[in-house]
């Protein structure tokens, strides 16, 4: 059965061994959705919850609404995305030029994993009708990256500084579409 802490620890002492052995890690624990949900709670509004942070290892637990979308971005950190429950949709860039094209698509059910390096560019949507959960890993601090973010304008691919602001405010009308729904 799934538990936080010791989850966390493990993670922790895998991350020395590198990325590899923390998917395994993340493998395992998604593959018991049931557990997770039981520990963490079931998951009732969009939204990103801290279950580990440090300048080494960040560990989140994503809440996404259904049908959101947010823009392409980098991390500048290598990581990991372990789907719980629902479905998640990874579009991954390229740059080209000035702008970005889409490379490639990975979309990732309940108990599926996905590895990113840490020059990948993703855009993330899910693409159901419900909630989906998802635990992601990353190397490093995630609130205070060593180098700066980037996102990529929606429909003009153009990339601009991070903006957390930004991404608040789309998880908070992701929030407010979801509450208001019948």
Not at 90 to 100: A, H, M, S, Y
Not at 102 to 127: D, F, Q, R, W, Y
Request: charged content about 20%.
């Amino acid at each position: 059965m799934f538990n936080r802490d010791h989850f966390i620890e493990n993670c922790i002492r895998a991350s020395a061994e590198g990325q590899g052995a923390v998917r395994e890690l993340l493998a395992e624990a998604v593959s018991d959705s049931r557990g997770i949900i039981t520990e963490l709670g079931e998951p009732v509004l969009p939204g990103i919850t801290p279950l580990y942070h440090s300048c080494e290892l960040t560990i989140l637990n994503f809440v996404w609404a259904p049908q959101m979308t947010l823009m392409p971005h980098n991390h500048n950190m290598a990581a990991l995305i372990g789907v719980y429950s629902g479905r998640e949709d990874n579009i991954f860039w390229r740059r080209k030029g000035e702008v970005i094209e889409a490379a490639a698509a990975k979309s990732l059910g309940s108990g599926e994993v996905a590895s990113m390096g840490s020059s990948i560019i993703h855009s993330v949507t899910n693409p159901i009708d419900k909630l989906t959960s998802a635990i992601h890993i990353y190397s490093g601090d995630f609130f205070a990256p060593d180098e700066p973010r980037s996102s990529w304008d929606h429909e003009t691919l153009i990339e601009e500084a991070w903006d957390v602001e930004k991404v608040q405010t789309l998880f908070f009308q992701a929030q407010q579409r979801f509450t208001a729904s019948p």
